[in-house]
């Protein structure tokens, strides 16, 4: 097939590797612009360009592809195959191809529709997400299923490592179904609307830690936001950003947001429950990303009886 890839981060990495390498080719590729990154404002390729670009892949990046859409109609897809691409498609491209256009989605839809499905899943302490292909539709994730594959959340996982198991699994699970797509075997299903629920992008406000929380969900929002955008909270009116973290189950008086006790390799704060909260790895403000160990052997405001923001 004459395949047009629409994707831009990291994790649609893995999925255009494999295209790359199948027996099909790879025309065109469709990628959010370049953007100005870090306090340096570097402008930026996105990954799936700079994979691309390795290819000699010709690349279109529209700053709205509903309005700037002829590209890919001129490139003459068989199909289009997204991941993670950031915009809205219009209806005009999905209906082109001869295949239709389809979607490699990190969740089992129609659970956690949207941006974030990754975070989600471990914020909301899930013990399983997976991958789902779908044909696409003109509304967020609602298209048709074609296949999915389960992928366990292991309880020390967090954005990183599960953003690398979902995106290997998405790659073996689109390489195992394009087959049926082409052979017109695949049996899809229609998605259970009723079931649906939805990750939306991470807003600033998801980022800051609310200690009166239970202690697993204390946890589980730091790991759900590890290594981006990451957790955080205030002490002593600055930001400390909160990157590992265990929990300790241990008897205190403590209130919720209370420095109760400095180890050598961890900051033990107490929670809104009977649990505690063991920071192992931060970023204090202006700083690098440190382990407590290392923060500890210099100056630092980790002060015992000392209280984080709620």
Known sequence: MRIVFMGTPEFAVNILQSLI???HDVIGVVTQPDRLVGRKRILTA???????????????????????YQQVINWNPDIIITCAYGQIIPKVLLDYPKYKAIN????????????????????????????????????????????????????????????EKLSIAGANLL????PSIVNHTNKSIKQDHREATYAYNIKPEDE???????GVQIYNQIRGLNPW??????????????????IIKMPSSGIPGEIIELQKDGIIVKTGDHNC???MEVQLEGKKIQTIKEILNGKHPF??????ST
Request: charged share 25%; glycine share 8%.
């Open 21 to 23: 390498d199948s027996e």
């Open 46 to 68: 996105p990954p799936i360009k700079t994979l691309a670009s390795k290819y000699s892949i010709p690349v279109f990046q529209p700053e709205k592809i509903k309005l700037n």
């Open 104 to 163: 490699v989605h990190a969740s089992l839809l129609p659970k956690y529709r949207g941006g974030a499905p990754i975070h989600q899943a471990i914020i909301d302490g899930c013990r399983e997400t997976g991958i789902t292909i779908m044909y696409m539709d003109v509304k967020m994730d609602e298209g048709d299923i074609i296949a999915q594959k389960t992928v366990n959340i292991e309880e020390t996982d967090d954005v990183g490592r599960l953003h």
């Open 175 to 178: 390489m195992a179904t394009l």
């Open 208 to 214: 800051k830690i609310i200690w009166d929380m239970l």
């Open 229 to 246: 955008p990451g957790a955080y909270s205030i002490l002593d009116g600055r930001r400390v950003k909160i990157y590992r973290s265990k």
């Open 277 to 279: 909260v063991k920071l």
């Open 303 to 308: 002060i015992i009886g000392k209280k984080f």
